[in-house]
């Protein structure tokens, strides 16, 4: 099928013409005629096989010949990014496409001239609970990777949006994409969709297992590998020698960067680069450099890398981009890689099936995750095909895999939504907005839901008295008869996205805090809430955290556990190393000696101050109910933690690009202050360790006050890494062409 025989706007269809874009994939030409033609659509297809188109064209229709808005849901950050990017491409239109994930106490009202937004389910959630009036406009939503509404951490709040927006408003449309998944029809009977199923891939995609010396196949074909003492090797050696790129899977941290420098040596005969200084700066940790950083940028340079979630955005991100262009031909990578990001390789080796899991043990990885891997394997426009790859250790392994991998249909997708712990903060948002005021019309929402489409529901009455007893308790909502009514209290917390839990610990540490509080206990309070994942005690950790716990003993702001309640006593350390590392990093102790002494990645301290600054915030916000001079202890803080400095730094890290550690440098060269910078010489401000012409100057311009820009500070390593590429690209293209203008799809 042509695209041309769509029924879509003209502008659409000879835009795509002059990119090449003339005829459509077979799943692309099953989806897109129900896609436009206005009805709800399911399409579960193949990765590669050209979804994105699915979700592209619909919306830039609904755009141009609807004037209609609208609202594109993603699964992580990363993926926003990648979409937006995506989307950016049919700027040429006149189509102003916008990314909200990070602020979410805020209801974006800078979304209001965008025609396409693409947010996180937990942003557009959010969104909905501050009332964002915009909301009220979109005509279709587009849910993308749904088949992630299994995941315990990510389903509920995707399942929950999607509920609320269609109760909203009946008339509009939802396009979700999915991976291939056994129960599809399910899906599609709980949006009132239609289904579009398959197992075309544009690139032929091959899974089977390696065992001495053999790949078979589940087409009954195999391959012989050249042998040596290490099987793996074995297989990226025949890959990379053949021209194309290989993806290693493998269950831990450990395990991704051990293996990635291991092959280093031995994959520079075939790739390599020399870095420049800023690709060094990034690898390594910028201004701050880590051993890990090191040892990836040692594994970069051998055109080897691993990608973790210990390692931070910048690092991904490179890693990732530099995958795409080919420079970095294998990637030794953990999970978190497969969950919808587009970077695939010739031959994916899925390593180990199977995890780690407290409580559990060693446990199989399930087959929709190795699934996601596998269909990491095969480059269009690059590879012939592709070849997924699990590694049996004997016989009786290799049938194993074969049988309940390579063979097997993946796990049917169900809802994660019917337990107290997921359902506080949804209930007392379903509230808030006013989706419900009763219980019996809390647990008709949930007839609405996935949970309710796919269950019996049995029980939901009882989790649903027992959630809103505890938030009468907490004094977030009363009962007034048998209407709810939300208080203060309540829409304070729903807006600021936390767990009703969290808050209770927040507004008792708060009801606690005197003017001779240490900073720990605040940070450890903060440490404690069920929104800020806790740091694994390892032995060598226990010295330094009995010592703390002995020091100050009785001063907690939290309630101190039982030694002889193990698992509390547990939980209690977790969140104590967390407020440990956070003091430590306000201390301005280096990342290196940080990730050093507490065997952690770079990335592990970003996300625990990502989201303590969270916890701070919606801490000071809650103490102006109830205790409004502890904020005189908590905003000094959050501030602290947001940057990693003392306090007399706090004056020199609004500057973009400068930091923690370019700060210190600044300070201990007599600048102290925005007033410093203005009076400085900018030859000895360029020439300061780490500091540079180009920052030097950007720093005048931002002490200068520019009258026609608002100069912020990043609110997270992921929103600065993206202003600095779009400013790299703008000025690349400003110097080849002043006239020149992005092209659709031209990447």
């Known amino acids: 099928m042509k695209i041309a025989e769509l029924d879509i706007d003209k502008r659409v269809i000879d835009t795509l013409a002059k990119n090449g874009f003339v005829d459509l994939y077979p799943p692309q030409a099953e989806a897109l005629p129900i896609a436009v033609s206005g009805k709800n659509l399911i399409a579960a297809v193949p990765t590669a096989s050209g979804k994105s188109l699915i979700g592209f064209i619909p919306a830039v229709n609904t755009v141009l010949r609807d004037k209609g808005r609208v609202l594109y849901i993603v699964p992580l950050k990363a993926l926003a990014s990648e979409k937006k990017e995506d989307l950016d491409k049919f700027s040429e239109l006149g189509i102003k496409v916008m990314m909200s994930s990070g602020d979410l106490d805020s209801d974006d009202g800078r979304l209001a001239d965008a025609d396409i937004i693409v947010a996180t389910s937990e942003k557009a959630d959010s969104m909905m609970r501050h009332g964002s009036r915009w909301m009220d406009d979109v005509s279709l939503v587009i849910a993308d990777e749904i088949h992630l509404i299994h995941d315990p951490s990510r389903g509920p709040t995707l399942e929950i949006i999607l509920t609320k927006l269609l109760r909203k408003n009946k008339n509009m449309q939802i396009i979700a994409l999915s991976a291939t998944i056994s129960n599809a ?61 290989c993806m290693i899977f ?26 420049s200084d800023k690709e060094r700066d990034i690898l390594e940790g910028d201004a701050e450099a880590t051993s890990v950083g090191r040892k990836l940028s040692a594994c970069v340079r051998c055109g080897m890398a691993f990608h973790n979630a210990g390692l931070t955005y910048k690092q991904r991100k490179y890693v990732e981009d530099n995958f795409r262009n080919g420079s970095i031909r294998c990637i030794v990578a953990t999970p978190t890689l497969a969950a919808g990001i587009n970077l695939p390789a010739r031959r994916v080796i899925v390593r180990d099936t199977h995890r780690f899991e407290s409580n559990a043990g060693n446990v199989p990885i399930s087959v929709m995750e190795v699934k996601q891997m596998c269909g990491r394997a095969g480059r269009p426009g690059y590879d012939p095909y592709g070849e997924a790859v699990l590694v049996g250790k004997s016989q009786r392994d290799f049938d194993r895999l074969m049988e309940d991998y390579i063979m097997h249909d993946t796990e049917r997708l169900t809802s994660k939504l019917g337990n107290e712990m997921v359902l506080r903060s949804h209930i007392l948002g379903i509230i808030a907005t006013g989706d419900a005021d009763t219980e019996d019309g809390i647990v008709d929402f949930m007839r609405s839901t996935f949970f309710g489409n796919t269950s019996q529901m049995y029980g939901i009455e009882s989790v649903v008295e027992s959630v809103v007893d505890f938030l009468e308790k907490e004094e977030m909502v009363k009962r007034e008869g048998d209407i709810l009514r939300i208080l203060p209290f309540g829409k304070r917390i729903s807006d600021l996205y936390i767990d009703p839990k969290s808050a209770v610990i927040l507004r008792d540490a708060v009801r606690k805090i005197k003017e001779d509080t240490p900073d720990l206990m605040i940070l450890h309070a903060a440490a404690s809430t069920p929104d800020v994942m806790g740091l694994y005690p390892k032995k060598s950790d ?41 003091e430590d990093w306000i201390s301005e102790i280096s990342e290196e000696e940080i990730t050093l002494s507490m065997g952690i990645g770079p990335g592990d301290i970003r996300s625990r101050v990502d989201m303590t600054d969270w916890l701070l915030y919606s ?69 300061l360790p780490k500091i540079g012409p180009a920052l030097a100057k950007s720093m005048k311009a ?39 203008q992005s092209k659709l799809f031209d990447y």
């Open 619 to 687: 801490m000071n916000e809650v103490a102006y109910i109830f205790k409004p001079e502890a904020t005189k202890k908590i905003r000094p803080l959050l501030t602290r933690v947001r940057y990693g400095v003392k306090e007399e730094l706090l004056g020199l890290v609004s500057f973009r690009g400068v930091g923690r550690a370019r700060a210190r440098v600044l300070y201990d060269h007599g600048i102290h202050s925005k007033s410093d910078v203005i009076s400085v010489d900018i030859e000895f401000l360029s020439k």
């Open 702 to 740: 931002q002490a200068g006050g520019l009258t026609e820009m608002k100069i912020m500070p990043p609110t997270n390593e992921e929103e600065e890494y993206m202003l600095e590429k779009m400013a790299e690209e703008y000025a690349a293209d400003k110097m080849q062409d002043p006239q020149k």
């Open 185 to 245: 029809g399910d899906l599609a009977e709980w949006l009132n969709a239609e289904l579009v199923t398959g197992s075309w891939r544009p690139i032929p995609l091959k899974e089977g297992v390696y065992f001495d010396g053999e790949i078979t196949f589940d087409d009954l074909s195999s391959i012989e590998v050249p042998q040596s003492k290490d099987n793996i090797w074995d297989m990226m050696e025949q890959t990379v020698a053949d021209g194309g790129q």
């Open 542 to 582: 226990q010295d330094r955290l009995s010592d703390v716990e002995a020091r100050y003993g009785g001063r907690f702001l939290v309630e101190e556990p039982d030694d002889n309640d193990i698992m509390m006593y547990e939980m209690f350390l977790s969140s104590l190393k967390v407020a440990v590392l956070l």
């Open 250 to 275: 493998v269950n831990t941290r450990r395990s991704s960067e051990s293996l990635a420098v291991k092959y280093s040596d031995k994959m520079k005969a075939f790739a390599g680069k020399a870095l």
